[in-house]
């Protein structure tokens, strides 16, 4: 059962679920949108235009006690270009802004630790650009865009963009990846 929440911003929301939804201690992931303008629900066609200030994203529900906060968080920094400011590879604008949106001072605390600790150690061709903000407006988005790429694994984004990665965390992670039965 999830005991906590973190909300991630790491590009499109398809490949942040795709790879979260394999992660031992992972019970949950809902794409959607958090962080808008105005606190009504946006239409992902709203998001896309940029102009809403929502970011997509995925809550991620875990417990604890099998995966710590930090682990969720180095295959956040793993998966995607946190060096890049409002893009991820072809998936431009605002609302594909690297995010991990809080809810609470100790979840602020780690996330702004682990973003100097980043930059400190020179890994990475620049400094690191997630924005670390408390989570507002949190919306569900709309069902057709959960479970998108274990519904859809052969459609052209899912098996150019988000395969290799959820490959990447299973080569990296491998520590972390669910058991299937």
């Known amino acids: 059962m999830d005991k906590e929440f973190i909300t991630l911003g790491a590009g499109c929301f398809w490949c942040t679920e795709a790879v979260y939804q394999q992660v031992r201690g992972v019970g949950s992931v809902v794409p959607g949108y958090c962080n808008g303008l105005q606190p009504?629900?946006?239409?992902?066609?709203?998001?896309?235009t940029g102009r809403t200030g929502y970011v997509e994203v995925a809550r991620i529900g875990f417990d604890p006690a099998v995966i710590g906060l930090r682990e969720i968080l180095e295959i956040f920094f793993t998966i995607h270009d946190p060096t890049?400011?409002?893009?991820?590879?072809?998936?431009?604008?605002?609302?594909?802004r690297s995010g991990i949106y809080v809810e609470n001072d100790a979840q602020r605390d780690l996330a702004?630790?682990?973003?100097?600790?980043?930059?400190?150690?020179?890994?990475?061709p620049g400094p690191v650009v997630t924005e670390v903000e408390s989570l507002r407006n949190?919306?569900?988005?709309e069902d057709y865009?959960?479970?998108?790429?274990?519904?859809?694994?052969?459609?052209?984004?899912?098996?150019?963009?988000?395969?290799?990665?959820?490959?990447?965390?299973?080569?990296?992670?491998?520590?972390?990846?669910?058991?299937?039965?």
């Open 40 to 48: 009504q629900r946006p239409s992902y066609e709203q998001v896309c």
């Open 112 to 124: 702004l630790e682990m973003i100097a600790q980043i930059d400190a150690s020179g890994a990475l």
């Open 145 to 181: 865009h959960h479970d998108y790429f274990a519904r859809h694994p052969q459609q052209g984004y899912c098996a150019v963009v988000i395969g290799p990665k959820v490959e990447k965390f299973r080569r990296t992670f491998a520590q972390f990846v669910k058991r299937t039965s």
């Open 138 to 141: 949190f919306w569900p988005a």
């Open 84 to 96: 890049s400011l409002n893009r991820q590879g072809a998936d431009v604008g605002t609302q594909y």
